[in-house]
Nanobody, 125 residues
Framework: QVQLVESGGGLVQAGGSLRLSCAAS????????MGWFRQAPGKEREYVAV????????YYAESVKGRFTISRDDAKNTGNLQMNSLKAEDTAVYYC??????????????????WGQGTQVTVSS
């Protein structure tokens, strides 16, 4: 079992930056692919960025490409999402997730067995 806890969310003005962190416990993250997903009110959960278990491959949703950067630090058992040039449409609850079944990094939420509780990101325009 892996327990995930996100932090770093908050209120920021459009154009600003936030860095989300995902701290894991229970097991080492080095055996898992990691993903960041978000869910806005009234919308389905969507993928934002994923990173494979080696850290060599990263995938981004078109809406965040060039603005967000996903990373992982297996020595610290953490994952991060650096978010720059934030827009009002980035407002959502952000979740980190870990998958042991698709180590390449799936874009589908149902491939991830472990989820954090979420952290709210609000971008004011």
């Amino acid at each position: 079992q892996v327990q995930l806890v996100e932090s770093g969310g908050g209120l920021v003005q459009a154009g600003g930056s936030l860095r989300l962190s995902c701290a894991a416990s229970g097991r080492t993250l080095s055996r898992y692919a990691m993903g960041w997903f978000r869910q806005a009110p009234g919308k389905e959960r969507e993928y934002v960025a994923v990173i494979d278990w080696t850290g060599d491959r990263r995938y981004y949703a078109e809406s965040v490409k060039g603005r967000f950067t996903i990373s992982r630090d297996d020595a610290k058992n953490t994952g991060n999402l650096q978010m720059n040039s934030l827009k009002a449409e980035d407002t959502a609850v952000y979740y980190c997730a870990a998958s042991a079944t698709d180590l390449g990094g799936s874009l589908r939420p149902n491939e991830y067995a472990y989820w954090g509780q979420g952290t709210q990101v609000t971008v004011s325009s």
